[in-house]
């Protein structure tokens, strides 16, 4: 590894070749490709692109199914001019475990499917001549690994995942790969932090680089004028009549950091920052020191056969969704997202709750239904003897999340884990830990939370005091009293809620998640359950509770699309609590939270 996530650019200094496209690709059921050396040449194999999941690719349920070990292999050529660089390949992300090879010899591996990862391959490339990318995948889950799950085999002999969690387990290479050319010495990583004066600001920095040479770093604005200057590995930029960045404000800075020996440049990086703060005070969640009310929603990096795969088109249509609804904030439920998906809301103004993979913290998707019912779990996941080793490898994402996402000024706040158990003491230290370590990654300390299921609540939750803000996942009128018992769902939904005010100090809460399935094409007068007049009188039930508790700072719905799952008996070809469909048109809820989101400003309850 080159032990740096900084996003690929290209600079005076520095080059990136995208290495998107069909690559060769093959399963390996028995995992005999290493012992046959399939990392020297991959026969037998199907085309397959990247960035994609291969799940959906395939026309047979085998493949789609498949869980167990995959290959993936490409050629690149890297140019003679490149002799005196440190030559680098980097993956966006991997799903969910790798093993990377150039031309037969292994440089990196990795755990974690939504985190990317880097390999120094300049001791194994030949120049101007092609060179064999090869990468053995593995998309088994664990409760060792984030998101947890574990993986069942079948009377036939074959491996299906058996995710704990509400998402279809997509697998393969879902992110951009680049190909990479650095100095030898460069720039590895860099924060900002930020403080507000009337007229000013200043922009606390720190630079991280590799050998002895100096650091100068420069902020510019789109004009291309200096906005700031400044020496050193740390130090302040002073930047008079700052331009802040905001809600539907983008306003960006370039920032360049130069490295420089004997007077010559030996490393340049650019990239976009905003200048703002964002923090959790008197009750208030403060952009730029003023209140703001949360619209918008949970998502799912997901869409039709490219599953998980990032994919520009399907972004800025997600965006452009998201800014004619009146949203202004998402949470990047159950993971981390593609890097891109953080530039794109960086330059439209939207904020983000970033959120850590650890999903699944129960026994199986069926304990967590019955959590979401408020019943009792069976399990007290954090006491097993796989949770050291759960713990290590959840503080690691939760690290290279924030180091990848700091200097985004979308990212307001860290969501560490979604719908844990945290009914048994066993939880607080887990909690506490994670916690701790996240306060300590962030410069710029912003505000930590977690996805409450709805048995986390006053008196039985050992762990919500934890978070700087509290996150709410309710289904009341859903999961629980659905249908006409919708006038007991409000009774019991607002007695929660008055438990809440009793116990939550000055703490704002929000709701990371209330919602309820619906066929996009079903109308019914009077409303059933499913059809798109009960998901209208859900959201008028639920949202005349939440007008009435002016410590109810947001309101984050589930889901932005109809997103897929694994088939199952509550599941109809995939979870359709969307407000819109999968291929993004409004159900007849878009047109309530138009409504109602465009009437609420921006300070809502400030
Ligand atoms: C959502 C079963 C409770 C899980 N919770 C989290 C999210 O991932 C699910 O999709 C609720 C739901 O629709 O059930």
């Not at 080059?15 to 399963?27: P, T, Y």
């Not at 005999?32 to 050396?37: I, P, Q, R």
């Not at 393969?172 to 590895?188: C, D, F, N, Q």
Request: hydrophobic content about 35%.
């Amino acid at each position: 590894m080159t032990a740096s996530l900084l996003y690929p650019r290209v600079t005076a200094t520095r080059r990136a070749v995208s290495l998107d496209g069909l690559w060769k690709f093959r399963f390996d059921l028995e995992s005999k490709g290493t012992a046959e050396n399939w990392m020297n040449g991959l026969k037998n194999s199907v085309n397959m692109p990247v960035p994609a999941s291969f799940c959906d690719i395939f026309t047979d349920k085998d493949s789609r199914e498949y869980c167990g070990d995959f290959w993936y292999e490409t050629e690149f050529l890297v140019p003679e001019e490149w002799k005196d660089r440190k030559i680098a390949v980097r993956f966006g992300s991997v799903t969910h475990k790798a093993r990377v090879f150039i031309n037969g010899t292994e440089v990196a591996q990795h755990v974690g499917g939504f985190l990317p990862f880097d390999a120094d391959i300049t001791a194994y490339v030949k120049f101007n001549e092609n060179n064999r990318l090869s990468v053995l995948a593995n998309n088994e889950l664990s409760q060792t690994m984030i998101p947890c799950g574990a993986t069942e085999v079948l009377s036939d002999g074959k491996k299906i995942a058996a995710p704990y969690f509400d998402f279809y387990n997509y697998a393969g290479i879902h992110r951009p790969v680049k190909l990479m050319a650095l100095p030898k010495e460069s720039v590895t990583d860099y924060s900002t932090v930020y403080r507000l004066e009337e007229g000013k600001a200043f922009v606390d920095y720190s630079v991280e680089a590799e050998g002895n040479g100096t650091v100068s770093v420069s902020l510019h604005d789109d004009e291309g004028n200096c906005a700031a200057k400044a020496e050193g590995r740390t130090g302040t930029l002073e930047v008079i009549d700052p331009k802040l960045w905001g809600i539907g404000k983008p306003n960006l800075y370039t920032i360049v950091i130069s490295l420089c020996k004997d007077g010559k440049l030996v490393d340049e990086y650019k990239d976009r920052i905003g200048i703002r703060t964002f923090e959790v005070k008197g009750g208030e969640l403060l952009l730029n020191g003023k209140p703001v009310y949360l619209k918008g929603f949970g998502k799912h990096e997901d869409a039709d056969i490219r599953g998980k795969g990032m994919d520009y088109a399907i972004a800025q249509r997600d965006y452009e969704c998201m800014k004619w609804i009146g949203a202004n904030c998402y949470r990047t439920s159950h993971y981390p997202y593609a890097e891109e998906w953080y530039y794109m809301a960086d330059e439209e103004g939207f904020l983000i709750i970033d959120e850590v993979p650890a999903v699944g913290m129960f026994e199986s998707l069926m304990n967590a239904v019955d959590a979401s019912k408020g019943q009792q779990q069976k399990v007290t996941w954090f006491e097993k003897e796989t949770t050291p080793e759960l713990l290590e490898h959840h503080i690691s994402c939760v690290h290279d999340m924030i180091v990848r996402d700091k200097n985004h000024p979308s990212v307001i706040a860290w969501s560490l884990l979604n719908e844990p158990e945290t009914i048994h003491e066993s939880a607080r230290p887990y909690f506490e830990q994670v916690f701790a370590k996240a306060l300590e990654f962030d410069p710029q300390k912003r505000p930590r939370t977690f996805a409450l299921v709805m048995n986390s609540r006053p008196g039985l939750c050992k762990c919500w005091d934890l978070s700087d803000f509290v996150s709410l996942n309710r289904y009341y009128g859903w999961y629980v009293m659905g249908g006409p018992r919708i006038v007991n769902a409000e009774k019991a939904f607002r007695a929660e809620m008055d438990e809440w005010a009793k116990i939550r100090g000055d703490k704002p809460f929000i709701f990371t998640e209330y919602g309820a399935d619906t066929n996009g094409e079903l109308h019914k007068l009077p409303s059933v359950m499913w059809s798109q007049e009960y998901q209208d009188e859900y959201l008028e039930m639920t949202h005349r509770v939440f007008d009435s508790y002016p410590w109810i700072k947001g309101e984050l719905v589930w889901n932005f699309a109809d997103f897929q799952t694994t088939e199952g008996i509550i599941r109809m070809n995939g979870n359709k609590k969307g407000i819109f469909t999968r291929d993004r048109q409004p159900k007849s809820a878009a047109f309530v939270f138009k409504k109602r989101w465009e009437s609420l400003p921006e300070d809502y309850k400030g």
